[in-house]
């Protein structure tokens, strides 16, 4: 009992090394995260307009609406309205909480399914998993068109938002489907896992299609291995076909995301037999599953309908994102070779559940990634981010298993080599890792309890009205460190009231976009400047660089 403690210990150790470690010389608990930070700070918003009880709106102006899927947010905006606990220090510890807890639930999957020791160091490993870019784009990330990345686990997690709590959460939802075709397909198994698939469209939009894809393929596909048809696989097979071919004038009729349903509609012939097979089960699971999605979709729908300018935008918004097959692949050669290493084994010990996952993988992640070609349109490259990181955990557990299946010596000696192989590959992909590593220490992290940052908690009005901030001072750390609601919005998360009027950059129209104060700092060369004598100095504020004024703009 005390290495399997040991282990779990060790996982966390590893966690909080790969999350925490790099901040460690820094005010990491009253600092917000400066990697890749713009979108990072306007989810905070999200979660201080939440802690004010402001709900559904833009998060930076706190007006017009927002469909952006925000349950993390609103529960840390929750959180830190009752306790008072500062949102820059509940995203740190809510976040590294939620990640450290999926991590030790996949060490006890892994355990649970092959009683070996150290399986619960496994899914944790698997953050530091690297994709080459150090040996194949000098760099620890491989930049691919437009904005799309491919980089490993460690640098989806890092930032600790939404996405990073919903990666973890669909990788768990997983693992107990994975689980339960070990022990047996209990309440108490699949009753957790659909709930969290459910609950992922209210926390990360892609996480929740990456998950709800990759369990439909993994119920379909072991179905058709339980109860093997012919005629079930062609017509699912055709189905899918007919989806992927018709997707592009399909989605001009009705829009891309219905194509989604349509995809996993397409899987019912397939699991079928299975689903009837566990009829109660799984009728109570669909509920479950529907219930629990039902408020963004609901939300989300009803903004269609209504013709919404931001999300007919959003959707019309992901071009030029997709990945190229022979990047896909190399990238993913550190994980694939321990698929291999997993699929060898089950050759010798066949398991339909297991098999069936990496089946899965494959067919999810070849539709998913290729979603600008056949109508979807919604960011390939993050779903190929998000189902090598899925993939990463679950190989995890299904190697754990593997490893107390080499026993013979005959298995052995084919195995050691290509193990070594995946061992090797494996440790020079954490050049990935070494290199991020630095780069996220040297980003460090934005400061919220300096001079100036106290100076601006004293200084600015939180409910009267938009703030107009310091030319150096970013709005939306502005918003972060006093609450306030701030004249700047991120186009493409939500759109406020008099949008025109709010650039996302630049001045306002300070009369016409409601902007009732402004900030400038005497250390600001290019600051604002106010000759109108109808604007007012109310008030001013010193900071160990300078000082802070507050400016009356008239109604």
Not at 133 to 156: K, M, R
């Amino acid at each position: 009992m005390g290495a399997l403690a040991g282990s779990f210990i060790g996982a966390q150790v590893i966690v909080f090394y790969a999350l925490l470690w790099p901040l460690r010389e820094d005010n990491w608990l009253t600092g917000f995260r400066n990697y890749f930070s713009n979108d990072q700070l306007s989810y905070s918003a999200i979660a201080t307009a939440a802690s004010r009880g402001r709900f559904f709106v833009e998060p930076l102006t706190e007006s017009g609406s927002s469909f952006y899927p925000s349950a993390w947010y609103y529960f840390m905006g929750i959180v830190g309205g009752i306790t008072g606990i500062p949102i820059v220090t509940l995203w740190q510890v809510l976040g590294l909480l939620a990640v450290a807890t999926a991590i030790a639930v996949l060490g006890a999957v892994a355990y649970r399914v092959s009683h070996f020791t150290f399986a619960p160091l496994l899914p944790a490993i698997a953050i530091l998993t690297g994709t080459l870019s150090t040996v194949f784009s000098d760099n620890w990330f491989t930049s691919l068109n437009s904005h799309a990345v491919i980089w490993g686990p460690f640098g989806t997690l890092f930032p600790l938002n939404g996405e990073s709590v919903g990666l973890m959460l669909g990788g768990v939802a997983l693992a107990l489907l994975l689980l339960a075709t070990q022990i047996g397909p209990k309440p108490r198994v699949i009753y957790p896992a659909v709930i969290i698939l459910g609950l992922l469209a209210n926390i990360q939009t892609y996480s929740f299609f990456s998950a709800t894809t990759l369990a439909g393929f993994f119920v379909a596909i072991l179905a058709l291995k339980k109860l093997p048809s012919r005629n079930r696989l062609l017509t699912s097979a055709a189905l899918i076909a007919l989806v992927l071919l018709s997707g592009r004038f399909v989605a001009e009729i009705i829009g891309p995301l219905p194509l989604l349903v349509l995809l996993m509609l397409a899987l019912l012939p397939a699991a079928w037999p299975l689903i009837t097979a566990n009829l109660r089960l799984s009728i109570i699971a669909a509920i479950l599953y529907v219930g629990f999605a039902a408020p963004q979709i609901v939300h989300t729908l009803l903004g269609l309908l209504g013709d919404d300018e931001f999300l007919n935008y959003r959707q019309a918004s992901t071009d030029e994102l997709g990945v190229n097959l022979g990047v896909a692949i190399l990238c993913a050669i550190p994980v694939l070779l321990f698929v291999a290493v997993c699929l060898f084994t089950l050759k010798q010990f066949p398991n339909s559940g297991f098999t069936s996952l990496f089946i899965a993988l494959g067919i999810g992640a070849a539709i998913m990634t290729t979603n600008d070609l056949w109508g979807f349109n919604q960011e390939p490259y993050r779903f190929w981010l998000q189902y090598l990181i899925m993939a990463g955990f679950l190989t995890s557990i299904v190697l754990a298993w593997s490893i107390t299946k080499w026993r013979t010596a005959d298995l052995r000696k084919i195995l050691i080599p290509l193990v070594a192989v995946a061992v090797t590959i494996w440790v020079v992909s954490l050049l990935d890792f070494w290199e991020f590593r630095g780069y996220a220490s040297d980003q460090g992290v934005i400061e919220t309890t300096d001079s100036r940052a106290q100076a601006l908690r004293d200084l600015v009005p939180t409910d009267q009205g938009l703030i107009l901030s310091s030319r150096c001072v970013d709005p939306q750390v502005l918003r972060l460190i006093t609450t306030a609601p701030v004249a700047y919005f991120n186009y493409g998360l939500a759109w406020p009231d008099n949008r025109n009027e709010i650039p996302s950059s630049n001045q306002p129209d300070l009369q016409a976009s409601g902007v009732t104060y402004a900030i400038t700092d005497s250390a600001c060369e290019q600051d604002w400047e106010f000759t109108e004598t109808e604007i007012q100095a109310l008030d001013v504020g010193t900071y160990d660089g300078g000082f802070l004024t507050l400016w009356k703009l008239p109604n």
